[in-house]
């Protein structure tokens, strides 16, 4: 191949399909997006009680706005966009505090100027400050976020409660109504949970839209909702700025908006790198840059144009994962076909007939699941730090205090009952200034590496062992083997913790062949890791699968499966020996094949060699788990370049 035919190859991002195949993959972008977008219109409206008109606005803004902040991002312009395929929708992250600023400021209409307000100076903000994010995401550790988003989803199930004992009028049900509405809500649920169970794919992703529709249908044939409001809406309407009237501008409201703002960043640089992965993009600070600006300048235009903060919705990064098009203009497709069904408004009038239990079912479910990815976010941060627990802690206690005793907000001075009166607000608070007091105000104190153990071993205590001991203790590093655990012992005293990892290294790496070997046959095989169901995984797997999330591995499709067990059986036909890897928090699927095919093509010696540098690396994760402040060289390094900023 010449240099120019490699110069005019198009990067598959940059490909336009034909117009059909175009026209089908934006619909289906739309139809994986649709539930999570109106959703979140549907919830404000019901909380801040507006009315069906009201609500159908809403629902149209939304709907307009998404598809113009979508084509902003995938298609771009100037330095504003990331010009990858990631669809544009209202955050969640935002739902409680506009919730809370709407009824702060009086509910129904009223409450939302204030709202808007809020939201334009936020999303400028974001817009201007973007370039500089970077230096800032160090104040939102997994810790802070996973919090934040562990709070903002367990508040809301209040709103998806308040949903389900309420009939389609807004009044609250009683005697058999209630037992009603309750079927509808489980109802829907059930809906939910059985195709997740059931179906993958393309299928697994719309399964709240097939919850909302099959609930709506039986609520209609069961003459529970009617769609009355559908033929008296009409067929065309565009959405007018500031329709609710002119934007007010409060302190604590903007404030509030304004970490929404912040955690939606962090959101969407981690949909990002995550887009890039797929698609074979290599991110830079410039992509994240030009990420932030759409999403700052969306947020503007949205509270210009009666809707909400934007970012990048995760549940499409997952499907341009799933059908391999990589084309950043099917989402922009996608953003035109939002568009024309944002000027429709009984299109809106339609999604405005879902009675308020299913809606309820379902929200239920994707605010438990906004709880689930803080949760599993909060994994990421190093719990057996105690400054940690007392920020996670303290953060949630405050929380579910506002929100479980609302009336507390009365006992504080007008201009602070903004943030007394969120449970998102309070706890966001929280854990931003318990973060900056524990970690980066004063000296500091403690380890600077995450360790599993609840009593992390010094040196003195590891050089004070008797070899049975040092034995028992690092047994877990090396399953099944001690050999190089009582080679290392042999190195002893050690003079620091690096000394004892170069220990470890060493007598793996002097080992014989054959003891080698041995070793290696005691892992698990990659394709047996990540594709059992049910692997009751010991220690050593445990610390091979630190980073498994990164692969998507319950979202492989059959295509993956199948070239990830082909390549694992090419490597134990070759070699007799489970193919080992090692995963980082960068690695990929198609790496993992990739790396693979190739180190079937090396020789034994060869390979050998490269299986027990899977495990040393392996290996070196646990001793990172088991020795108090096992990286002091890091450590170092660290608290220098923090120094100098």
């Known amino acids: 191949m010449s240099a120019a035919t490699v110069e005019r190859r198009v990067h598959p991002v940059d490909q336009v399909p034909p ?99 809020s939201i334009i100076v936020a999303g400028l903000a974001t817009f201007f400050i973007a370039p500089y994010f970077s230096k800032l995401i160090r104040f939102f550790p997994p810790v802070v976020t996973g919090t934040l988003l562990t709070v903002m989803g367990s508040t809301l199930i209040g709103v998806s409660a308040g949903d389900i004992v309420r009939g ?56 529970d909702t009617s769609f009355t409001q559908v033929g008296d809406a009409s067929w065309v309407g565009v959405t007018t700025p500031f329709w609710f009237g002119m934007p007010k501008f409060t302190f604590a409201a903007i404030v509030s908006m304004l970490i929404v703002m912040a955690i939606t960043a962090v959101e969407t640089t981690g949909d990002v790198f995550a887009t890039g992965e797929v698609v074979g993009k290599r991110i830079t600070p410039k992509h994240i840059a030009g990420a932030l600006r759409a999403d700052g300048l969306s947020t503007a235009i949205g509270g210009v144009l009666n809707s909400f903060p934007y970012t990048c919705f995760a549940q499409n990064v997952g499907l341009v994962r799933l059908t391999r098009v990589k084309s950043r203009w099917v989402v922009a497709m996608a953003g035109v076909f939002m568009i ?13 007939a879902i009675p308020a239990p299913v809606l309820g079912g379902a929200s239920l479910a ?78 500091r104190k403690g380890p600077d590496v995450a360790t599993a153990g609840a009593d992390p071993l010094n040196l003195a205590q590891i050089n004070a062992m008797d070899e049975e001991r040092f034995v028992e203790t690092f047994e877990g590093l090396y399953p099944g083997e001690s050999w190089p655990i009582r080679a290392a012992y042999r190195s002893r005293p050690f003079a620091s913790s690096a000394d004892l990892r170069a220990a470890f ?47 998507a591995a319950d979202r492989m499709d059959d295509h993956d499966r199948e070239s990830l067990l082909a390549v694992a059986a090419a490597y134990q036909e070759k ?29 034994p010696e060869r390979e050998l060699h490269k299986a027990i540098g899977e495990v040393a690396n392996i290996a070196d994760r646990r001793f990172d788990a088991l020795v108090a402040d096992a990286n002091p060289i890091r450590s170092a390094w660290a608290r220098k370049f923090e120094a100098l900023n």
């Open 19 to 117: 117009a059909p195949k175009l026209a089908v993959l934006g619909l289906q972008h739309v139809l994986a997006f649709y539930a999570g977008a109106v959703i979140v219109p549907i919830v404000i409206a019901g909380a801040l009680d507006l009315s069906t008109q009201d609500l159908i606005h809403l629902i149209n803004a939304d709907l307009f706005t998404c598809g113009i902040a979508t084509i902003i991002q995938s298609v771009g312009f100037w330095k504003v966009g990331v010009r990858l395929p990631l669809i544009q929708g209202v955050t969640f992250t935002a739902v409680s505090p506009i919730i809370a600023i709407g009824l702060a400021a009086g509910g129904g209409r009223e409450g939302l100027p204030e709202i808007y307000g």
């Open 168 to 223: 389609a009028s807004g009044d609250v049900a009683s005697g058999g109504e209630l037992t009603r509405n309750l079927a509808y809500a489980l109802a829907t649920l059930g809906v939910i949970v059985l195709m997740q169970r059931f179906f993958k794919g393309f299928m697994a992703t719309i399964a709240v839209l097939m919850g909302l529709v099959l609930g709506t249908l039986v609520a209609v044939l069961l003459g």
């Open 340 to 352: 024309i069904l944002g000027i429709l408004p009984k299109a809106g009038a339609i999604v405005a």
């Open 366 to 443: 994707m605010f438990a699941n906004v709880a689930f990815v803080g949760i599993q976010t909060l994994g990421k941060a190093d719990l057996h730090d105690n400054r940690n627990q007392v920020i996670v802690s303290t953060s949630v206690a405050l929380a579910m205090l506002v929100t479980l005793q609302p009336g507390i907000a009365e006992a504080v001075p007008g201009w602070a009952q903004i943030f007394f009166g969120s449970g998102v607000t309070i706890g966001a608070i929280a854990a931003i200034i318990l973060n900056l007091l524990f970690f980066h105000v004063g000296a």
């Open 505 to 551: 290294q060493n007598a793996l790496m002097g080992g014989s062949p054959e003891q080698q070997r041995a070793l290696v046959g005691q892992y698990r095989d990659i394709a047996d890791l990540l594709l059992d169901e049910d692997p009751g995984h010991t220690p050593a797997d445990i610390a091979a699968l630190t980073e498994t999330g990164s692969l």
């Open 575 to 603: 070699f007799s020996l489970p193919l080992v890897v090692a995963l980082g928090a960068t690695t990929t699927l198609d790496a993992v094949i990739e790396q693979g095919w190739l180190r079937v093509e090396a020789s």
